[in-house]
């Protein structure tokens, strides 16, 4: 049978673990999720932004009770989003990095 001083070494353990896995996992990704919503929640017509789809528009109308934002995607297009599908705004110099980074920097 083990001991009290084992089990309660082995409980330490388990917690140091769970607090460990709970602050490089679970905290981050609820900061990104906190600023994200922040983000929403300010939106205003006239903004470029990007969705996680990819797409590149403007805001027209932010329909913040149903969590709904129209996005002009072209000239005379409207869409209609879910707003947590909204990313961020639209920085072209971002994307270009992005892309860069993704293709591995060719010069072709």
């Not at 996992?25 to 903004?47: C, D, S, T, Y």
């Not at 805001?59 to 934002?69: A, C, M, T, Y």
């Amino acid at each position: 049978m083990p001991s009290l001083q084992t089990i309660l070494f082995d409980l330490i353990i388990l917690l140091i673990f769970g607090a460990a896995v709970y602050s490089f996992l679970i905290l981050p990704r609820r900061r990104e999720f906190r600023k994200r919503q922040e983000f929403v929640a300010q939106l205003m017509p006239g903004e470029r932004v990007t969705t996680y789809g990819g797409l590149i528009g403007t805001v027209l109308h932010v329909d913040s009770p149903n969590g709904i934002v129209t996005l002009e995607i072209a000239p005379g297009i409207e869409a209609d989003f879910i707003a947590a599908a909204v990313m961020g705004e639209y920085d072209p110099d971002a994307v270009a990095e992005g892309a860069r980074r993704a293709l591995g920097d060719r010069d072709e």
